[in-house]
Each structure stands twice: as structure tokens, then as C-alpha cells.
């Protein structure tokens, strides 16, 4: 049987480590997915496994591309496909190693990609007008003039998400409520069926346990040669052997291999450094800075990735058509306990799924699996944004003595149940038995 096993997570929690305990165990070979093991070299910045870690294990897609390459989504599938197939053909199982949220989605489902840098932008945007300063009034007409849609959906004091829509409309030249029905159509048309039949492990550790294993590691990639790495790529593209992206440096640096935590981070240290103006004082500060700097890009950065996975990972997994794809947390937390709650546990139920044996409730293998992969508040805000509905209550007025309008159905399941509502249904059967008491009243009606 045609199977894969993925393992997914936040930086720093064991991705790399797993991966290959279970292809020692089970007879696999490592597939990258994470976007900046893509390149060649700079081991440290791309937080690359060290080769005698690897035991042996072959590693696919990694290391082979120069830092001025580009590797899209679309080739990263067509490639790891293409990987998979030869594993299968070895009679080997592929573990997918990923890092990079949207490699892994893509790889995963039938054309799941549809958000963001895939959604065509109209070929002349408006330039974005400084909105954060105008009142919430304002935002709110000009929303009402671009796309009434949305507008018709938020609350007109609802700042924020009225800005949003706005920026959404100006950043990619289309009103988001078009953006949002092309999703949608895409959706129906296509589901999100998955590709193969897949287990996936999700590493997790709490952020209480796992930030100060984040910042022990930047310190770490610190002395173990960070600067070093970072030093002579600046160098190259000093002497002209790598080009950076072209456009502003902020743009420049959210692309390709520039994007690695670490690189942008220390920009203000070595540009100090290189124009050798400053004190060893003053250079030791930046260099603190930067360092900072960079914890928190690494903090942040985990942060999305859990975020990813528990708001398009998970509901994509719950709302498919079939269930091919399993997923299974393990509690990567305790490193002291990293064989019995990780490696012991992922090499069971791995083994279980290549065997097509009964699989475990994936709520039963820890107290974190059973809270975070419970289904609670489920939301899916493609579906929740277009199953939106404004009401207008047909008893209840306000001062001005227009109906009541209710945004959305939360809003409106609370006013039927709130005081005034029923104030009001108490006051209109009031005038309805007084009518009756009168002569040539009307028959009475139902509720
Ligand atoms: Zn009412």
C-alpha cells in the first residue's frame, strides 16, 4: 500500500530527529520540506541536521539549490512527488519532513493552495492609502464603496476587521469578498482530497517548555558559527556572485533564502561592522540587539506555525470528504522523556498505519493530544464568513425607530434570547390582547 508519513511542528522541537528514528525503524528515507534546507551549505542559518545525525538515512531535496534560486511551491510539490514515487518504488516508506507550512499543505491535498501569493492581484492595485489614520466612519464608507459585501458583514464599529478588508482590497487589487468566493468555488470544486494516504506526527511542545529551548538554540547556532555563515554570504553578493531579489530591502528579505531568521536580524550589526565606524562598545550593544532580535523572529515564527496548524491544518483534516490522512500529536515538551512520549509512541502507531493494523484515538496518547486535537470552536472562516447573515428583527426598534439589525447569526441567536427582545414580545402581545378586547378586533394569530 501507497502510504506516506509526514511530521510537522514548530522550529526547534525534533522534527529532524524523529524522521530519521522512524526511517531507522520502519525502513524510510527522508523528504525535506522546509523551505530553507533547500540550499546549498549554510547548515547553521537553515538549521540543517549535521550528516553523522542522520545515521545513515538518505535526505532528498536538500542542499541543492544556490542562495539566489528560487524554489516555488509548485515545483517543491512536483518534486517530492517524483521523490515519493522512487521511495515506493524501493519498497521504502517516504518521511516528509517539514518545516514549511505551505510545502507541506500542497504536498498533502489536491490544489489546497489557493490563499494569499496564489490569488491573481488585478495588474494596476490603487496605491494603499494611509487608512490607520483615518476614523473608524471613514473606513467604514470607504468599504461600503469597494466592497459592500464585506461591509454588509462587519459591524460599522468594527475597526478591525473593517481595516483589514480595506487593506485585503487594496493590497491585491480585488474586493475580498471576490477573493473569498473564488476560494470557496475552488473548494467545491476540488474538496480538499488528499493525495495519499498519510499519518502525520505533530511535534508539540508548550511554549512555556519550548521558548527557552528557542533562545539556548540561537544562542547556540551563535557559537557554533552563525556569523561565520552570514559573513561570507555577504560576501558574495558584495562581489556580485549572489544577487539579492530585486526591490526594497524589506521586500528583498522576505524571499527565497533571505528569509532565513538570522540573516535580516543581524543586517544593522554587520553593516556597523563592515563600515568599522564604531566603538567595540557600541558594536557589542547592536550585537545584543540583533540578537534579541532574532530570538523573537524564532519565538514568532513557532508561534505561526502552531497557528497554521491548528487553524488550516486541522480543520482541513477534519472537513475532508475522506479520512486518508491521520493526524497524531506527540508531546515533545520533556526532552528527558523524548523516547517514551515520542519516538517509542510514533514508531507504534507508524508501523500500525504502514501495517494497516487498528489505529489508537489519537485524543488517548497524551493529555496535550487530548486538548489541542480535540474539535472544539471549530472555525473555518471561509465557511463562517460565507454563511454570514445580517438579520433585521422584526420586533425590536431602535431610538431612531428603524428594525434592529443583528450582524451575523452568533449576534442574533443572542438579542432572541436577550432582555430587550423579549421586553419587546412582551409589549406587542400586550397591544395584541388589548386589540382583541375590542369590538371588530382581528382574529388573533400565532406567534
Ligand atoms: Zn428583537
Known amino acids: ?37 533547500v540550499y546549498k551549505g549554510l547548515d547553521i542559518i537553515t538549521n540543517k541536521m549535521p550528516m553523522h545525525e542522520r545515521l545513515g538515512i538518505q535526505h532528498h531535496l536538500m542542499d541543492f539549490l544556490e542562495p539566489e534560486q528560487e524554489y516555488k511551491v509548485t515545483q517543491f510539490k512536483d ?58 466612519d471613514d473606513l467604514y464608507q470607504r468599504l461600503q464603496q469597494v466592497d459592500p459585501i464585506m461591509a454588509n458583514k462587519w459591524h460599522p464599529s468594527n475597526r478591525r476587521k473593517i481595516l483589514r478588508s480595506l487593506q485585503v482590497y487594496y493590497q491585491m487589487g480585488r474586493p475580498q469578498s471576490d477573493i473569498i468566493k473564488d476560494q470557496h468555488t475552488h473548494h467545491e470544486r476540488f474538496g480538499s482530497q488528499a493525495r495519499f494516504p498519510s499519518i502525520i506526527f505533530w511535534l508539540y ?67 556597523a561592522l563592515e563600515a568599522n565606524a564604531l566603538s567595540m562598545e557600541d558594536l557589542d550593544k547592536i550585537k545584543d540587539e540583533c540578537t534579541e532580535k532574532m530570538k523573537t523572529a524564532t519565538r514568532r515564527y513557532a508561534k505561526r506555525q502552531v497557528q497554521w496548524i491548528r487553524n488550516k491544518l486541522l480543520p482541513t483534516i477534519w472537513n475532508a470528504k475522506q ?7 506527540l508531546d515533545a515538551g520533556d526532552l528527558s522523556l523524548w523516547n517514551t512520549n515520542v519516538r517509542d509512541k510514533a514508531i507504534e502507531v507508524a508501523r500500525a498505519f504502514q501495517n494497516g493494523d487498528t489505529l489508537p484515538d489519537p485524543t488517548s496518547l497524551s493529555e496535550a493530544a487530548k486538548t489541542m486535537l480535540t474539535q472544539t470552536e471549530l472555525q473555518d472562516t471561509q465557511s463562517r464568513i460565507l454563511g454570514w447573515q445580517n438579520h433585521t ?14 450582524y451575523g447569526d452568533i449576534e442574533w441567536e443572542q438579542h432572541k434570547k436577550s432582555r430587550w427582545h423579549r421586553k419587546s414580545i412582551k409589549t406587542l402581545k400586550r397591544k395584541a390582547a388589548m386589540d382583541m378586547n375590542r369590538p371588530n378586533a382581528p382574529p388573533p394569530t400565532d406567534d
Open 1 to 37: 500500500m501507497k502510504k506516506i508519513a509526514t511530521i510537522i511542528g514548530t522550529t526547534g522541537v525534533g522534527k529532524s530527529q524523529l524522521g530519521v528514528e522512524i526511517c531507522k525503524a520502519l525502513g524510510g528515507q527522508v523528504i525535506n520540506a522546509d523551505a530553507m534546507q
Open 79 to 136: 518534486d517530492c512527488s517524483n521523490c515519493i514515487e522512487s521511495i515506493w518504488h524501493d519498497n521504502q516508506l517516504p518521511v516528509v519532513v517539514g518545516g514549511t507550512n505551505y510545502y507541506v499543505q500542497s504536498l498533502l491535498y489536491q490544489n489546497s493552495l489557493i490563499k494569499g501569493e496564489d490569488v491573481a492581484r488585478s495588474p494596476s492595485p490603487e496605491p494603499m492609502p494611509d487608512l490607520d489614520v483615518l476614523p473608524t
Open 205 to 271: 511542545a508548550d511554549p512555556l517548555q519550548l521558548n527557552p529551548r528557542l533562545d539556548d538554540r540561537v544562542t547556540s547556532m551563535i557559537k557554533t558559527g552563525l556569523f561565520e555563515e552570514i559573513k561570507q554570504l555577504r560576501q558574495r553578493v558584495v562581489e556580485g556572485q549572489v544577487n539579492l531579489p530585486p526591490g526594497q530591502v524589506d521586500e528583498q528579505y522576505q524571499r527565497g533564502l533571505w528569509q532565513a531568521i538570522g540573516y535580516k536580524e543581524f543586517d544593522p550589526y554587520f553593516t
Open 323 to 329: 479520512d486518508d490522512v491521520k493526524i497524531y500529536l
Open 393 to 406: 428583527c422584526p420586533i425590536c426598534k431602535t431610538d431612531k425607530g428603524d428594525q434592529l439589525i443583528l
